[in-house]
Structures are given as structure tokens and as C-alpha cells.
């Protein structure tokens, strides 16, 4: 399952958002650039001078390549970095379904989104965190359980999970 963390504030409109990586992202927007850390807890500092962010590159911030989606980019990670998760983004209906790899629905979260421009879902490049981001708001999920278990993948240690009347007795 996925569990919303404490969402920054956001007071201007948000243009880009990167993929998470290493415990971070960026938030570009109308007034700059925004260094977001996630853990322990969320906290945002405005990126100094020293990155210059025009909305056409991947800033590199603490040599670290942050890969931008939103209205210029989108290249999200839509399956999960272990393979069993995807994301199903419906920006109609204000929804992200988290589906299994055979299209069970593991989670559906909602958001609001107040433009309808434009709005991206992505993993982080871990896994640990899912992001959904719209111009107004970005929500900020993390595990707060293992992996969930996959009907077609065998069990650490054991057999695949299939109905009953499948396993030989």
C-alpha cells in the first residue's frame, strides 16, 4: 500500500516536477526552481543561483541528473522499478489506479486537480515513493508495506500461488 506523506505547499503554478531520486526531487514553477527533500519528513528549499533551470534540460543538482515530467517532459516511470506495480492515471476522473501486472486494482488514489493542463504519475527511481503532479499540487506517496505479492510470481521460498484446484496434491 501506498500512504500519502505531508504535501508541500505549493503557491505558484507548477510547470515540471522531477522523477524522485535519492530521497529528493525538484519543482520547477512559474517563480524558479525548488529543492523538495523527502525523508525524514518533506521539507523545500528554494534552489540557490548556482542552477539555472530554463525548462528545456535535466538540471543536475549535488551531481545528481533529475529527469523532468510535466508540461515539457514525460518520460515517467509508470512500472514499478520490481516490476510488480503499474500506474493507470486518469486525469478525467482525478484518479491513479495502482495495478498488479495482471490488472487487479492494488490501490486507487484521488487527487484534485484544479487546471486539467497537464499531469504526470511516476515511481521513484528506487521504488520507494509514487508522485503524482499537477500544475497546483503535487501528492507524495510512500510504501508503507513490501512489495506487494504477484499471483503469477512465486513466493520466496515457495510455490507460485495458483487456485487449489491447479496445485497437485
Known amino acids: 500500500m501506498w500512504e500519502e506523506m505531508d504535501r508541500p505547499y505549493l503557491f505558484e503554478r507548477m510547470t515540471e ?11 520547477a514553477s512559474t517563480e524558479g526552481l525548488q529543492y523538495v527533500r523527502l525523508s525524514p519528513e518533506i521539507a523545500i528549499d528554494r534552489v ?25 517532459h514525460c518520460d515517467p516511470i509508470i512500472v514499478h522499478p520490481d516490476g510488480g506495480e503499474v500506474l493507470d492515471l486518469d486525469l478525467e476522473a482525478q484518479t491513479l489506479l495502482v495495478l498488479g501486472t495482471g490488472g487487479d486494482v492494488r490501490q486507487e488514489i484521488r487527487f484534485d486537480d484544479m487546471s486539467g493542463d497537464w499531469g504526470v504519475a511516476t515511481f521513484s527511481a528506487d521504488g520507494k515513493y509514487l508522485v503524482i503532479g499537477v500544475p497546483y499540487d503535487i501528492y507524495i506517496y510512500r510504501r508503507t508495506t513490501g512489495p506487494p505479492e504477484d499471483p503469477g510470481r512465486a513466493a520466496p521460498g515457495g510455490e507460485g500461488l495458483s487456485p487449489p484446484e491447479d496445485r497437485e496434491a
Not at 540557490?48 to 515539457?72: H, I, K, T
Request: aromatic fraction near 16%; glycine fraction near 8%; charge should be negative.
Open 17 to 27: 516536477f522531477s522523477i524522485p531520486r535519492d530521497d529528493r526531487l525538484l519543482i
Open 48 to 72: 540557490d543561483a548556482s542552477v539555472e533551470y530554463l525548462g528545456d534540460y535535466d538540471p543536475v543538482w549535488d551531481g545528481v541528473r533529475f529527469e523532468m515530467l510535466g508540461n515539457w
